[in-house]
DNA sequence: CCGAGTCGGTTGCTTGATGCAACCTTGTGT
DNA sequence: ACACAAGGTTGCATCAAGCAACCGACTCGG
């Protein structure tokens, strides 16, 4: 993808995709958002090559999206964490999410559902709590395993 | 960018970025929404490559995503029309234009504004009117030419 | 009737990003 | 002493993107 830098273009869109349009990087905003702040947690969750990974992880840093911060010395190893400018792609994520829940026809349901954590209530397309109606951001909700994962989850125990 | 599978992936954020993560694919949508609907025009405007142009918009017909249909016959020219499936994107891409307008530091503004057809009121990162509180879809929404491209908009004058 | 221009592409070639496996460093467990 | 973990880096093969040239059907000007 290059460095999915769009010359010439004005509009914020493309200024937000040239940093998070890379592919692996907005599912590494995800991931981290869920939790996983490791370098080896995020590549094997996602599957991504670890060059790739390092690289997408540098420059997320440098775009301050991410933070690398020590969680020991001697050897040094770090997690990362989602910086405020971070945190603000959450809508963006949810509506992506949306989208794809309401398009791409899974039998069982959503693999993963939003709820707000204050009162549990499930968060539509646009980050508002269906229950209690307020417009959410990324540290009021969290991410649980929807339908379409219980329902699957010994799939891969079919083939033995 | 591949084609942007990204395998064992089971988040519908994953899914929606297998069909719209791709290099282009997202500017291409935010052309046709603004009224961009040949080729040409959507060549010219994004300074993409035309085979590249070609296979985008062809994924985003078999994806159901655009229409594409002729305007004239003989010779046969076409136009691309989003589907209703095309234009339930809009939420994601209001998130990442508020997310770069956030975030990008414009000297003058935002490039561009999304503004509510009826009440004429601003449209926040959630999508809603900011004036009269509806929550709007993309039918309801124009975009603008902001202060960031009105006060810039003579700037290649200058080598002048 | 001929040449130039428009529109919507396709083809061939080059450049650059991604995927993969191997390796490195610092340290722990046995 | 050996294996293993974490967090990367390096080298190489492959695949996608960028670029320019071309094509077919048609219009316009002379």
Known sequence: MLRADYPG?????????????????LLIVRDVMNGNRRFGELQRGLGVARNVLSARLQRLVEEDILERRPYQSSPERY????TEKGLDLWPALVAL??????????????PMLIVHKVCGG????????ESCGE????RDARALPGPGVLAGQDEHLLPL
Do not use: M
Request: net charge negative; charged share 25%; aromatic share 8%.
């Open 9 to 25: 273009q004005i509009c914020s869109i493309a200024k937000a995709l040239e940093v998070v349009g890379e592919r692996w990087t």
């Open 135 to 138: 417009v959410l951001h990324a």
């Open 97 to 110: 999410l949306a989208w794809g829940d309401r398009h791409s026809s899974e039998p069982n349901g959503p």
């Open 79 to 82: 997690e990362y964490f989602l």
């Open 122 to 129: 499930k968060v539509n397309d646009r980050g508002i709590c």
